[in-house]
Each structure stands twice: as C-alpha cells, then as structure tokens.
T-cell receptor, first 117, second 110 residues
Framework: SAVISQKPSRDICQRGTSLTIQCQVD?????MFWYRQQPGQSLTLIAT?????????ESGFVIDKFPISRPNLTFSTLTVSNMSPEDSSIYLC??????????????FGEGSRLTVL | LAKTTQPISMDSYEGQEVNITCSHN???????ITWYQQFPSQGPRFIIQ???TKVTNEVASLFIPADRKSSTLSLPRVSLSDTAVYYC???????????FGKGTKLSVIP
C-alpha cells in the first residue's frame, strides 16, 4: 500500500497567478500520476511522472500550463500556471503500488481543491 | 482503450444487495476490469479487479460473463456508508494508464 499526502488541501487563488501542489508518498514508487477532477465530474489524467524523465502529458494538457517535477521516488509537484476560473478543480496525485491484480492498484491522495477567482 | 458505460446513478435501501453493471463492448484480450470507489472529498480507492468469471473479496463480488463485454459489481447488504461514486475501468495488464469513466453515483437510503 501507499500513503499519499498532498499540500495544499485547498486554496483560493487569483486569476493569472500560479500555484504549486506537492505530493509526498511514504514509500518509493516508480509511477506517479496527476489527475484533475472538475466539480461533479470524473477524473481526467493530466500526466504521468516518472523519476528521472520528463512527464508524459495526455491530450489537452501541456507542460507550459502544468509543469511537473519528479526529483525523487517519493515526491512530485504539479504547478497550475497562469490560472483562470476554468482551472478550478480538485487535483489528485496518484501512485501505482501494491500487487492487486494484473494492472496493480492506484492509490490516491486526498486531493487539492483549487478555486480560482 | 476500451470505453465503459455505466448508469449515472442508483438508489438502494440499506441492507439490500446492489448490482452495478458496466458495459465495455470493445474490451481487448489483455484487458482487465477494475472497480474503484470514491467518497466525497476523497480520492478513489481500489475495490476489486477481475478478468473473467467471478471474483470475490471481503468487500464485493465481480461477475464477468464469458464474452467479457460487460461486468457487474455486486455489493452485499449495503449500508449508508456505501454511498459513493463507483467507477468501472478497463485496462491492459502491464499498462499503467487507466481511464476513468463517468461513474455511478450510488445513494443508500435508510
């Protein structure tokens, strides 16, 4: 299993500013993922972050808007840049760990709820 | 990636068995079916995973017919604490990118 801590848990931000979300895992993991969940919606994968390599972004997400760092096997950050009200969402950090099933098990943090005014 | 279709919402009384069906008509040979549960203000958590026939754990059962074009998550004797959104995911073994569909919002009524 894996325990994930995210900071901040919530924040209110002004339009045009940037915010960095931190994700700390209690064990070393290779695969880390960042998801976005807009109000009342499902989760959308933003990017996959592996230690030692650049993050891989999903369609519709770009590095300039969502730069990601992965300095070691227990930590990652996601920055939401030049925010607009449309970026108001919950951002979730996730790691692949455990041995449940053929595809492994995703563990999620509690999420960081961003409100952009 | 196989697309999944689930009912948007379901209601159930406490103590009843709840069955949530997920359609995945274009599931591939190497795909596994996984269900996650999400409570408000929390990240999703793994419930169960299967490939074919039936899988059971301490929380739920997963029924998968021979053609694997659908699957049914069965929750025995639900309680109010089972009120959550349930997601059905289909993903290839060894592939770590899982796509979340819209999910089913289960409301358990006293």
């Amino acid at each position: 299993s894996a325990v994930i801590s995210q900071k901040p848990s919530r924040d209110i931000c002004q339009r045009g500013t940037s915010l960095t979300i931190q994700c700390q895992v209690d064990s070393q993991v290779t695969m880390m993922f960042w998801y976005r969940q807009q109000p009342g919606q499902s989760l959308t994968l933003i990017a996959t972050a592996n230690q030692g390599s650049e993050a891989t972004y999903e369609s519709g997400f770009v590095i300039d808007k969502f730069p990601i760092s992965r300095p070691n096997l227990t930590f990652s950050t996601l920055t939401v840049s030049n925010m607009s009200p449309e970026d108001s969402s919950i951002y979730l950090c996730s790691v692949l760990a455990g041995t449940q099933g053929a595809t492994g098990e995703l563990f999620f943090g509690e999420g960081s709820r961003l409100t952009v005014l | 990636l196989a697309k999944t279709t689930q009912p948007i919402s379901m209601d159930s009384y406490e103590g009843q068995e709840v069955n949530i069906t997920c359609s995945h008509n274009n599931i591939a040979t190497n795909d596994y079916i996984t269900w996650y549960q999400q409570f408000p203000s929390q990240g999703p958590r793994f419930i169960i995973q299967g490939y074919k026939t039936k899988v059971t754990n301490e929380v739920a059962s997963l029924f998968i017919p021979a053609d694997r074009k659908s699957s049914t998550l069965s929750l025995p004797r639900v309680s109010l604490s089972d009120t959550a959104v349930y997601y059905c995911l289909v993903g290839e073994a060894g592939s770590y990118q899982l796509t979340f569909g819209k999910g089913t919002k289960l409301s358990v009524i006293p």
